[in-house]
């Protein structure tokens, strides 16, 4: 299951080809010019058992300044300390989760994603070797929970939603699952892989 599981998620990086965005729905939004994106490494762990691959996700703190109490991938900004996004994915699902980096095998990166918040993130996709326990990190994480990888990649659980955004009407995909309400960039991204292995 592990072979598959990776050949899959391997599928994935390479079909994926176009960088999305959290404007891609929302096509008469215009962009400031020259605006800055801060680079950000995002960590998509998942752990093949069994006859089940599943994908670990977090519910950030209801403090935080960005994307409060939203579902997320484990990561974050890229350091100045970091060599690159993978190292800056790897480190911060470290800290988030208590996800080893020796226990991680990286098969590779999805295009980058645009978010309304400014960051250029990086999705680094991952196999977990060994299960482990999550450990949240205080402050940061409120939950960190597994889904199971069949649901997020079918294109058939995703919807289309809104709400009002800053004076307008903004669009979003959603693949919820369970109590989880998984939106915006998170879903956008899943839905990016799950485009890349549909009908192949």
Not at 15 to 31: C, E, K, M, W
Not at 102 to 109: F, I, K, S, W, Y
Not at 115 to 131: D, K, M, N, Q, S
Not at 150 to 166: E, Y
């Amino acid at each position: 299951m592990t072979g598959d599981t990776a050949d899959r998620l391997r599928k994935a990086v390479a079909r994926a080809r176009a960088p999305s965005s959290d404007y891609d729905l929302n096509p008469d939004t215009v962009l400031p010019a020259g605006r800055k994106l801060r680079p950000a490494g995002v960590l998509v762990p998942v752990l093949a058992q069994d006859d089940a691959a599943r994908l670990f996700l977090t519910k950030r703190s209801s403090a935080l300044k960005h994307h409060p109490g939203q579902i997320a991938f484990p990561g974050g900004k890229q350091d100045d300390g970091d060599a690159d996004v993978t190292a800056a994915a790897l480190r911060e699902a470290h800290e988030e989760i208590g996800l080893a980096p020796e226990n991680v095998e990286v098969l590779g990166l999805l295009p980058a994603h645009e978010t309304v918040t400014g960051f250029y993130v990086t999705p680094v996709i991952a196999l977990v070797r060994e299960p482990f326990t999550p450990v949240p990190e205080l402050g940061e994480v409120e939950e960190v929970f597994d889904v199971p990888l069949d649901h997020v990649l079918n294109p058939d659980n995703f919807s289309v939603q809104s709400r009002r955004w800053r004076g307008s009407r903004r669009h979003y995909y959603t693949v919820p699952f369970g109590p989880y309400y998984i939106w915006g960039a998170t879903a956008r991204i899943l839905r990016s892989m799950a485009e890349a292995l549909k009908n192949r």
